[in-house]
């Protein structure tokens, strides 16, 4: 069993929709990640939380840290939205992150 | 402001052959990184710096070395590519350990 485990693998969604991915781990952690994978191959950080929730602009992550659970929320989603979403870890021992195999999103206009 | 760069983009080896994968940063971090991203597999870690001169080894180090002689490049080295190291290799770096990472765009390696 993976150590960070992503749900769904793929995702296919209209344009407007209110989009959820989610996140779960198995060890303690200090902090998580959530990071995009554009088309091009790129990676950008999106978030780091070990607590409550984040929001930048329409993107809103979430963690449930008794219940080793991350979500990312996208409002109103747009066809520029579609990437590949990346859930890391960073075990409380403060070793290397651990990443998720990542959710392919698409988003149709 | 570049933030993270590799070179080169793409690569085609032949089995045996070896060759040097460049990452320069521009941020001034400390600490940077060097990942393999394969089909069905999360990133994974080959290996690591702290600062200029030191390097670490990650989770998969087996056929690469590294080296950071300069603060600003971390070079990534295969002294006798298999086809096994194919891969899209990518470089990050960090201010801290425990911050979040900038990624360069990566480089997309075949070893035939």
């Known amino acids: 069993k993976n150590e960070v485990e992503q749900s769904p693998q793929n995702l296919t969604a209209q344009e407007g929709e209110f989009i959820t991915i989610n996140c779960s781990y198995s060890?303690?952690?200090?902090?998580l990640h959530w990071l995009q994978q554009h088309p091009g191959g790129g990676i950008v950080s999106l978030f780091m939380l070990s607590s409550g929730k984040k929001k930048h602009g329409r993107l809103i992550a979430t963690i449930n840290i008794q219940e080793k659970h991350s979500s990312l929320h996208i409002t109103a989603s747009h066809p520029r939205d579609s990437a590949v979403y990346i859930c890391a870890v960073r075990e409380t021992s403060g070793s290397r992150l651990t990443f998720g195999e990542g959710t392919q999103l698409t988003v149709n206009p | 402001n570049a933030g993270v760069t590799q070179t080169p983009k793409f690569r085609v080896l032949k089995t045996g052959q070896s060759m040097t994968l460049l990452c320069a940063q521009d941020?001034?971090?400390?600490?940077m990184y060097w990942y393999r991203q394969d089909p069905g597999m999360g990133l994974r870690l080959i290996h690591y710096?702290?600062?200029?001169?030191?390097?670490a080894k990650g989770e998969v180090p087996d056929g690469y070395n590294v080296s950071r002689l300069k603060k600003q490049n971390f070079l990534l080295g295969l002294e006798s590519a298999a086809p096994s190291q194919t891969s899209v290799y990518f470089c990050?770096?960090?201010?801290?350990?425990?911050?979040?990472?900038?990624f360069g765009d990566g480089t997309r390696l075949s070893i035939l």
């Open positions: 941020m001034n971090h400390e600490y």
């Open positions: 060890v303690g952690i200090s902090a």
């Open positions: 710096s702290v600062g200029e001169g030191t390097t």
């Open positions: 990050a770096s960090s201010y801290e350990w425990a911050q979040p990472q900038h």
